[in-house]
């Protein structure tokens, strides 16, 4: 029995046609353009993955900023 993954399943909903060819074990012509292709997205990926870095350090310094008003305004209201 053939096992179906999300893949076969996104491939046929995205291009029933290029789904049949590959499971006939057709290979697509453009192989350099496919290459081109997914490393750009690896890169694409690399990148918004930098910038949850950025904002998640973005959020831990304005908390921490918050954090030293608020110690500051105690430590002068005690003053």
Not at 53 to 75: D, K, P
Request: hydrophobic share 45%; with cysteine.
């Amino acid at each position: 029995m053939k096992v179906i993954r999300a893949s076969d399943i996104g491939a046929y909903l995205y291009c029933r046609r290029a789904w049949w060819y590959r499971l006939q074990g057709y290979t697509p012509e453009n192989q350099a353009a496919l290459e081109q292709g997914s490393q750009f997205h690896q890169s694409h990926g690399r990148q918004a993955y930098g910038t949850v870095i950025i904002r998640r350090l973005g959020y831990l310094l304005l908390l921490l900023a918050a954090i030293l008003v608020i110690v500051s305004a105690i430590s002068a209201l005690s003053s």
